[in-house]
Nanobody, 116 residues
Framework: QVQLVESGGGLVQAGGSLRFSCACSSGSIFSESVMGWYRQAPGKQRELVASISSTGSTDYAGSVRGRFTISRDNAKNTVYLQMNSLKPEDTAVYYC?????????WGQGTQVTVSS
């Protein structure tokens, strides 16, 4: 069973920064997967925040482009999300995701609260 273990998150003031990490229990799965970060705010659907392919190509939601940076370290089976210039509307539960062909894996979710 593949596990994605998230760390980071918490409470921060608007304009502040946070960094997430997500470690994958399977190196073979991680190295071939598209890794992503999703978030879900109360009363809203889960949305893709950022993704990074196995070769390092990145994609961002328009609302976070220029403020968030996704990266991966294949030697550590870990994907990161650096979040800068945080806004109250970034408040949500953030989930790590791994996609490989027909399989999808999710982390447990981590709360981020941005106070104004």
């Amino acid at each position: 069973q593949v596990q994605l273990v998230e760390s980071g998150g918490g409470l921060v003031q608007a304009g502040g920064s946070l960094r997430f990490s997500c470690a994958c229990s399977s190196g073979s799965i991680f190295s071939e997967s598209v890794m992503g970060w999703y978030r879900q705010a109360p009363g809203k659907q889960r949305e893709l925040v950022a993704s990074i392919s196995s070769t390092g190509s990145t994609d961002y939601a328009g609302s976070v482009r220029g403020r968030f940076t996704i990266s991966r370290d294949n030697a550590k089976n870990t994907v990161y999300l650096q979040m800068n210039s945080l806004k109250p509307e970034d408040t949500a539960v953030y989930y790590c995701n791994a996609r490989l062909r027909f399989s999808t894996y999710w982390g447990q979710g981590t709360q981020v609260t941005v106070s104004s």
